[in-house]
Nanobody
């Protein structure tokens, strides 16, 4: 099992910055990738950014050039630096981790942290 705890959300004005953190605990050695998703009420999870074990990254087109995902292996922590925030970035952001399972990958989710960008 893997547990994920997010922090760093809040209220910021458009153009501002926030940094989200996600601390993983448990079977962290099994994690193959970690990422951030966001989900507005009634919508599906949308991938924001992903980082793999070999440090490959992937970003949603809407955040490229503004958001940066990184990790600190010593602290079992993944970060999402969000710059030039826009009102449309307002959402609940969820930390995600994927690990191999017996038959298929296993997905783990944090509890979510609210990001609100005012215009």
């Amino acid at each position: 099992q893997v547990q994920l705890v997010e922090s760093g959300g809040g209220l910021v004005q458009a153009g501002g910055s926030l940094r989200l953190s996600c601390v993983a605990s448990g079977r962290v050695f099994s994690i193959s990738s970690m990422g951030w998703y966001r989900q507005a009420p009634g919508n599906e999870h949308e991938l924001v950014a992903l980082i793999t074990r070999d440090d490959s990254t992937n970003y949603a087109d809407s955040v490229k050039g503004r958001f940066t995902i990184s990790r600190d292996n010593a602290k079992n922590t993944v970060y999402l630096q969000m710059n030039s925030l826009k009102p449309e970035d307002t959402d609940v952001y969820y930390c995600h981790a994927r690990a191999p399972g017996d038959y298929r990958p296993v997905d783990y989710w944090g509890q979510g942290t609210q990001v609100t960008v005012s215009s």
